[in-house]
């Protein structure tokens, strides 16, 4: 086996321990998390106006009308904060409204990091954002962007409680990955030589 080929094959197993931490920091803060279309009813959207019944967006289109859309099961906890978990359906199903009536501010002060998002691919209008628990000791997030043409968009992100257990399990796997690819060169290299030996001997 060759000088360099042994050099790459002993740093495999480092190497699968820090993609395994890479993966499991871009997924704990979510910036494997996507931004999903959402829409708008039958008129484009020109400002969000906020939350209503923990669970309802409300937004305003450019008639002036009101609409609003259910986009998962949150409610306000014992500690005036939201909880629950955050899910749009295939299909937002609009419901006009009569009033601009909406939540009071439930800023949730939590620990553990800040999400991060990506940037969209569209010019934004308005973001609007909020986290809220999830299961428990958990943490999620949910973000609104109006894009220029009037439609919405969504991205969602949540963890729960024992999430962080994933920089401990990725890097082992990476490690475990890398570890099985030297053990399969190596193997196949010893194989080879033990048949130009045999081959050697039978000459």
Request: proline content about 0%; charged content about 20%; overall charge negative.
């Given at each position: 086996m060759k000088y360099p080929l042994k050099f790459i094959l002993w740093i495999l197993p480092g190497l699968g321990i820090l993609l395994g931490y890479a993966?499991?920091?871009?997924?704990?803060?979510?910036?494997?998390?996507t931004w999903h279309f959402v829409g708008k009813p039958d008129e484009n959207i020109v400002r969000i106006l906020g939350i209503?019944?923990?669970r309802k967006l409300l937004v305003v289109t450019e008639t002036g009308k009101i609409y609003s859309f259910e986009f998962g099961k949150i409610f306000i906890?014992?500690?005036?904060?939201y909880e629950g978990e955050v899910a749009l359906p295939p299909q937002p199903d609009w419901e006009k409204e009569e009033h601009d009536t909406v939540d009071p501010d439930h800023r949730l002060e939590y620990y553990g990091a800040d999400f991060l998002t990506l940037p969209p691919r569209f010019r934004v209008e308005q973001l609007f954002d909020w986290a809220y628990v999830y299961k428990v000791e958990g943490k999620g997030e949910v973000k609104f962007a109006l894009a220029a043409d009037g439609n919405l968009w969504m991205w969602n992100h949540q963890i729960a409680g024992l999430t962080g257990l994933v920089f401990y399990f990725y890097p082992v796997m990476g490690f475990l990955a890398g570890l099985a690819v030297?053990?399969?060169v190596i193997g196949v290299n010893w194989l080879k030589g033990k048949n130009r030996f045999n081959q050697q001997e039978i000459r």
């Open positions: 993966y499991a920091y871009l997924f704990f803060h979510g910036l494997l998390e209503r019944e923990a906890n014992e500690f005036n904060n030297v053990l399969i």
